[in-house]
């Protein structure tokens, strides 16, 4: 076995340095040939002058891409790759062959190869295929990555989650295992007829006396897609109920909803009961920049599976180094205050307002496109100009709004929504400003 590390020429991406292959190919000029183009743009390529041979490097090391010859000793090509099938089924097999093999070609369909090259082969063309494969495979990766961090935000949420078809449970997080009396999804078991020990004691509407299975079929049937009740968890008393705000999207292609539900009996105050202190600006009492990037995690998951709107408000205090400057810092923490208090008073309870950092402050809109997001900021705009501030009397903010585009980074969103932030202060301040990421 051969392991080739990557060099890298300027046509392919940085990214490809994750990208393994296996090249297998019995003639050694051609195998050392396309070894080293392959070494040149990728991450390690993995030599073989066999199937037997290429078979065991692909247990052994599980490359990402697999290149090989069909005609070959001990084990030829077709058989090496229907043994690799039962390995892994998706695996991208690639088919280089002579002229005379056409023969093959109809196996090679059977066995799931996704190319068939023949030889010479044309390196542009393996080129421009394999960039195609390796950039498919990195989203591939990056989003099952980002699957795992989220899933385990979700499962350390002090929030419920659940993903059902009203017939049987997909998935519960913790949080709402523990509520309902179960341990793990092993002991809850798949049938949604354990949400029938979960009392709905009423709604917004009137509505109540249900379990929660009956409750949800109700709302999927009534299209209901937002909502706060009043739930009693299995095993407690009436008095141990607690209001949460109900979110339920449709995953059509799953045939099932996803579920959530916040605890907002102690949102009662503009401070945030129930936090950390890790997770509160003390200042302000709100949340802070990382307990708002948490929550910037959990609906990037569900806005990139359920493909819903999202928008950020990013706004700060005009003027604010000049007014500590001429009143004093303890004024300027007094204005922060107040404004925060304001805020808190113009925002919905499904909205994250957090202190930022310093005289600046963000919102995480769900459900909430680019237009909503301006009206949304325009809105508390006014309220703040309208104001009469302690000590200075008016006071102004200007806002930049943003909307989630697919596949942008937490980053890049947060950027945009600050490019946005900036045209509204060089634009004359106490103005709403909005740029979208394409």
Same mark, same amino acid.
């Given at each position: 076995?051969?392991?080739?590390?990557? =060099?890298?020429?300027?046509?392919?991406?940085?990214?490809?340095?994750? &990208? +393994?292959?296996?090249?297998?190919?019995?003639?050694?000029?051609?195998?050392?040939?396309?070894?080293? /183009?392959?070494?040149?743009? /990728?991450?390690?390529?993995?030599?073989?002058?066999?199937?037997?041979?290429?078979?065991?490097?692909?247990?052994?090391?599980?490359?990402?891409?697999?290149?090989?010859?069909?005609?070959?000793?001990?084990?030829?090509?077709?058989?090496?790759?229907?043994?690799?099938?039962?390995?892994?089924?998706?695996?991208?097999?690639?088919?280089?062959?002579?002229?005379?093999?056409?023969?093959?070609?109809?196996?090679?369909?059977?066995?799931?190869?996704?190319?068939?090259?023949?030889?010479?082969?044309?390196?542009? =063309?393996?080129? #421009?295929?394999? #960039?195609?494969?390796?950039?498919?495979?990195?989203?591939?990766?990056?989003?099952? =990555?980002?699957?795992?961090?989220?899933?385990?935000?979700?499962?350390?949420?002090?929030? $419920?989650?659940?993903?059902?078809?009203?017939?049987?449970?997909?998935?519960?997080?913790?949080?709402?295992?523990?509520?309902?009396?179960?341990?793990?999804?092993?002991?809850?078991?798949?049938?949604?007829? @354990?949400?029938?020990?979960?009392?709905?004691?009423?709604?917004?509407?009137?509505?109540?006396?249900?379990?929660?299975?009956?409750?949800?079929?109700?709302?999927?049937?009534?299209?209901?897609?937002?909502? @706060?009740?009043?739930?009693?968890?299995?095993?407690?008393?009436?008095?141990?109920?607690?209001?949460?705000?109900?979110?339920?999207?449709?995953?059509?292609?799953?045939?099932?909803?996803?579920?959530?539900?916040?605890?907002?009996? +102690?949102?009662?105050? #503009?401070?945030?009961?129930?936090?950390?202190?890790?997770?509160?600006?003390?200042?302000?009492?709100?949340?802070?920049?990382?307990?708002?990037?948490?929550?910037?995690?959990?609906?990037?998951?569900? @806005?990139?599976?359920?493909?819903?709107?999202?928008?950020? &408000?990013? $706004?700060?205090?005009?003027?604010?180094?000049?007014?500590?400057?001429?009143?004093?810092?303890?004024?300027?923490? #007094?204005?922060? =205050?107040?404004?925060?208090?304001?805020?808190?008073?113009?925002?919905?309870?499904?909205?994250?307002?957090?202190?930022?950092?310093?005289?600046?402050?963000?919102?995480?809109?769900?459900?909430?496109?680019?237009?909503?997001?301006?009206?949304?900021?325009?809105? &508390?705009?006014?309220?703040?100009?309208?104001?009469?501030?302690?000590?200075?009397?008016?006071?102004?903010?200007?806002?930049?709004?943003?909307?989630?585009?697919?596949?942008?980074?937490?980053?890049?969103?947060?950027?945009?929504?600050?490019?946005?932030?900036?045209?509204?202060?060089?634009?004359?301040?106490?103005?709403?400003?909005?740029?979208?990421?394409?």
């Amino acid at each position: 076995m051969k392991v080739e590390m990557n =060099k890298w020429t300027e046509d392919f991406p940085e990214a490809m340095k994750e &990208i +393994t292959i296996l090249c297998v190919e019995d003639e050694s000029d051609a195998r050392d040939k396309l070894s080293g /183009f392959l070494s040149k743009n /990728f991450g390690s390529v993995y030599s073989a002058s066999d199937g037997i041979e290429g078979l065991e490097i692909f247990k052994s090391e599980n490359p990402d891409i697999i290149i090989t010859d069909i005609q070959m000793p001990l084990m030829n090509g077709l058989e090496m790759a229907e043994e690799i099938r039962k390995e892994n089924a998706d695996v991208p097999i690639i088919i280089t062959t002579g002229y005379d093999d056409e023969k093959y070609l109809v196996g090679s369909i059977d066995i799931g190869a996704m190319k068939y090259i023949k030889k010479p082969v044309d390196i542009k =063309k393996l080129r #421009s295929l394999l #960039s195609e494969v390796a950039l498919n495979i990195i989203q591939q990766k990056e989003k099952a =990555k980002k699957d795992r961090l989220l899933r385990l935000v979700m499962e350390n949420s002090s929030e $419920f989650y659940l993903i059902t078809d009203l017939e049987q449970i997909h998935y519960m997080n913790r949080s709402f295992l523990r509520y309902i009396g179960y341990d793990d999804m092993a002991e809850l078991g798949k049938e949604a007829s @354990v949400l029938e020990r979960v009392n709905i004691l009423k709604d917004g509407s009137g509505y109540c006396g249900a379990d929660l299975k009956s409750w949800l079929q109700k709302a999927v049937a009534g299209k209901l897609d937002e909502a @706060v009740f009043k739930m009693q968890g299995a095993g407690k008393l009436k008095s141990e109920a607690k209001n949460f705000l109900v979110r339920i999207n449709n995953v059509e292609e799953e045939n099932s909803i996803f579920v959530s539900m916040v605890d907002i009996s +102690t949102l009662e105050s #503009s401070v945030v009961i129930g936090e950390t202190p890790a997770m509160v600006d003390p200042l302000t009492g709100i949340v802070n920049r990382q307990k708002f990037l948490e929550e910037l995690d959990r609906e990037l998951y569900r @806005v990139q599976r359920y493909t819903r709107p999202l928008s950020i &408000i990013l $706004f700060d205090i005009d003027g604010f180094s000049e007014i500590n400057e001429r009143y004093g810092r303890q004024v300027g923490d #007094s204005i922060i =205050k107040e404004i925060a208090q304001l805020v808190h008073q113009n925002v919905r309870v499904v909205d994250t307002y957090a202190r930022y950092g310093g005289e600046e402050f963000i919102i995480l809109a769900p459900e909430t496109d680019i237009n909503g997001g301006c009206q949304l900021a325009d809105k &508390i705009r006014g309220k703040i100009e309208r104001q009469q501030f302690s000590h200075v009397g008016r006071v102004t903010c200007s806002f930049g709004v943003t909307e989630y585009v697919l596949l942008q980074s937490k980053d890049l969103l947060i950027k945009t929504a600050d490019d946005a932030l900036y045209m509204a202060k060089s634009r004359g301040r106490n103005r709403v400003e909005k740029v979208t990421f394409f």
